[in-house]
């Protein structure tokens, strides 16, 4: 009886599955013709932070980003550029259980390799 409790207990404290993230973003230039290819990632416990720069619709705001959860992949879409278009430097964070695999930003997607794996 006792084993069955202990057991119940540590499966409660199993925390629920979530997905959440925040951005914070600037404009950087009114062109994107030279966009740089770097993808920086840095963790925190709990929070990874990547870092990259994206041709936007020149009127982007956060609103307009849709980050959902599939399987063990993250995904990312940015609304389509448009005539009207500028670049951005984007800072996206993203705190989820369980672990993801694979971060997928308008269908280019990333292995993720978590420090202790």
Same mark, same amino acid.
């Given at each position: 009886?006792?084993?069955f409790f202990c057991t119940r207990v540590l499966v409660a404290c199993e925390?629920?599955?979530y997905l959440k993230h925040s951005i914070d973003y600037s404009r950087v230039s009114d062109r994107c013709d030279q966009i740089p290819a770097t993808f920086k990632v840095s963790a925190n416990?709990?929070? *990874?932070?990547?870092?990259?720069? #994206?041709c936007?619709?020149?009127d982007f705001s956060k609103k *307009?980003?849709?980050?959902?959860? #599939?399987?063990?992949?993250?995904?990312?879409?940015f609304p389509p550029p448009v005539d009207n278009r500028a670049l951005f430097d984007i800072k996206l964070d993203i705190?989820?259980?369980?672990?993801?695999?694979y971060l997928s930003v308008d269908g280019e997607t990333y292995t993720i390799i978590f420090p202790d794996n």
């Open positions: 009886m006792l084993m925390p629920e599955s416990f709990g929070r *990874q932070r990547f870092e990259f720069a #994206k936007l619709p020149a *307009q980003l849709q980050v959902e959860r #599939k399987g063990d992949t993250i995904l990312v879409l705190e989820s259980h369980p672990r993801y695999q």
